[in-house]
């Protein structure tokens, strides 16, 4: 029980962990600060002081200041889809790339098999 406990540990505080522990907490800290902005250009949209621009044209601003706001958050989104798509295209690939390596393995294997079979003595 207590090896098996060790060893767990072990992997969970490998060398590759331990290296993408800031590449996470950046990452984060970069999404964070992006919706942060988001939620700030949203907010301060509605905002306009009427006093500042003239009656007539008041409607105008507030268009487009949402405009900008749909298009930002449309920008934003599809950056979000376009890598999400790609993390699921690249677990595909790692997927099928260590089958692949497990099957040239397997043909190694035999091979040498073979060769320790035909060799003499």
Request: aromatic letters at 10%.
């Amino acid at each position: 029980g207590l090896k098996k406990s060790f060893g767990i540990r072990k992997q969970f505080w490998s060398t590759g962990i331990r290296l993408a522990i800031p590449l996470i907490w950046l990452a984060w800290s970069i999404a964070s600060f992006v919706v942060g902005m988001i939620i700030l250009v949203w907010r301060n949209s509605g905002n306009t002081d009427s006093s500042s621009t003239p009656s007539s044209s008041s409607d105008k601003p507030d268009l487009s200041l949402r405009t900008c706001n749909i298009i930002i958050s449309a920008v934003l989104g599809g950056g979000i889809l376009l890598t999400a798509y790609n993390v699921y295209k690249v677990g595909k690939y790692k997927r099928k790339a260590e089958i692949d390596f497990l099957e040239d393995m397997k043909i190694v294997e035999a091979e040498e098999a073979k060769m320790e079979q035909a060799e003499p003595g």
